[in-house]
């Protein structure tokens, strides 16, 4: 691990051109400059989920001339943008547009309550009208490669060969690793785990149209959504509950880990991995209570496929979307 990305005294070396680095969730768009001076000038707002079809890309644009304002630097003199994105994409003319569950209401349905009825929102397209460089990458890709340069998947300081980064956070992202290499797929959406289906239910809606998928089941926003009426009204609020010792809560707490506990151990023996670290704001936010229970779906299941595998917390910590922008471009 490079405890400099940590201290937040990363930089690019001497005599680099600044990138923008675009980290794109279904909550928040945060966007940062980083060059030979460090990483500056981090902005963030709300994801834009109103308005035309390139309301998101419009909306990027303004935060990167924004975050190139705080942190000195010219947009002009940008050398790259990395985008790491919430998912799955779509390619139009070999561009990637969004058909992102948390952001286009037009997937699911009025039911999913978003405040559109895109089916795709346009990224890339936009954004090479105004910068050189793009590349955009599922954010779990993004994620999966600052893990593997700067945080916890390295052993001695070279990155694992077989490993995968998972988020837990407003929706459910993976980023996958085999032999070496990183999976993208067909259209860069390798790793989009959060829609396995992995238990029986109705009443968990995706905002991919999906009923009780990993994501509809467990995902930041499904937990208003299924255990509001239960007096829940966000994830804060249910752990809080489990903390005082709320039989309720706690039962909801352990079904929530047992379909994500199902979903690590499928990805463990599909693709006979060394590693998983883990990151996204329900599980880092409370990651001593959660990690225990997700270990234990692991432990002593199949030790043929699962021995030697371990499920960690992510090195990067909450700076990992931020970080793993950067790894596209720097």
Not at 131 to 150: C, P, Q, S, T
Not at 179 to 205: E, P
């Amino acid at each position: 691990m490079n405890p400099n990305v940590l201290s937040g005294d990363f930089h690019l070396p001497q005599g680099a051109t600044p990138v923008a680095c675009v980290d794109i969730g279904g909550t928040k768009v945060a966007v940062s400059i980083a060059g030979e001076r460090g990483v500056r000038g981090r902005v963030t707002e709300p994801t834009c989920k109103v308005g035309p079809h390139d309301a998101l890309a419009q909306q990027i644009i303004r935060l990167v001339g924004q975050s190139c304002q705080a942190a000195g630097v010219a947009m002009g003199n940008l050398s790259a943008v990395g985008v790491a994105s919430c998912g799955p994409f779509v390619l139009n003319d070999g561009l990637v547009e969004l058909a992102a569950p948390n952001i286009c209401g037009g997937l699911a349905g009025k039911a999913r309550g978003l405040p559109n009825d895109w089916t795709t929102a346009l990224l890339e397209a936009p954004l090479r009208q105004v910068f050189a460089g793009v590349r955009v990458e599922n954010d779990g890709i993004g994620a999966l490669e600052a893990e593997r340069r700067w945080g916890a998947l390295q052993l001695n300081g070279q990155p694992l060969a077989n490993c995968a980064y998972l988020t837990w956070s407003t929706g459910i992202g993976v980023g996958l690793c085999v032999d070496g290499h990183v999976l993208r797929g067909k259209n860069g959406n390798a790793g989009h785990a959060g829609h396995l289906f992995v238990s029986d239910n109705d009443d968990a809606l995706c905002g991919c149209g999906n009923v009780g998928d990993v994501e509809g089941l467990v995902a930041g926003n499904a937990i208003p959504r299924r255990f509001a009426h239960l007096g829940y009204a966000d994830s804060a609020t249910l752990f809080a509950a489990a903390h005082a010792g709320d039989t309720g809560a706690i039962a909801i707490i352990d079904d929530l880990c047992r379909v994500m506990g199902r979903t690590l151990y499928n990805l463990i023996v599909t693709l006979d991995l060394q590693r998983i670290s883990i990151g996204g704001s329900v599980f880092w936010h409370h990651r001593a209570f959660l990690l225990p229970k997700l270990q234990a779906y692991i432990r002593g299941k199949l030790p043929a496929l699962t021995e030697g595998c371990e499920l960690v917390p992510a090195g990067l910590g909450e700076r990992v979307g931020d970080f793993g922008a950067l790894a596209l471009v720097a």
